[in-house]
């Protein structure tokens, strides 16, 4: 019989409520999710995804395309390959 051990942690409950979704969607329990990260943490030896501060003109891109603030539309993307010069 293996052992398991108990985590305990306290998490804001929309991001707990919105994390447990995505883990239905894909047919894991937060447990199976918990334990996948931490398998993953020990097979990368670190975190296994990049943690960094984005520069400021990276956070600015990425509020400006959450909220869709200067962008284009085209009609095809022979008009967007035009408008690149492709």
Do not use: C, N, W
Not at 63 to 68: E, V
Request: hydrophobic residues 40%.
């Amino acid at each position: 019989m293996s052992k398991a051990a108990a985590i305990s942690t306290r998490i804001d409950l929309d991001l707990k409520r919105d994390a447990e979704q995505v883990f239905a969607e894909l047919g894991v329990t937060p447990s199976q999710a918990i334990s996948m990260f931490y398998r993953q943490v020990v097979l990368q030896h670190g975190l296994p995804f990049e943690v960094k501060v984005p520069r400021k003109e990276t956070q600015q891109a990425l509020t400006d395309a959450q909220t869709r603030r200067d962008l284009e539309d085209f009609a095809d993307l022979d008009a967007l390959y035009q408008d690149l010069g492709i």
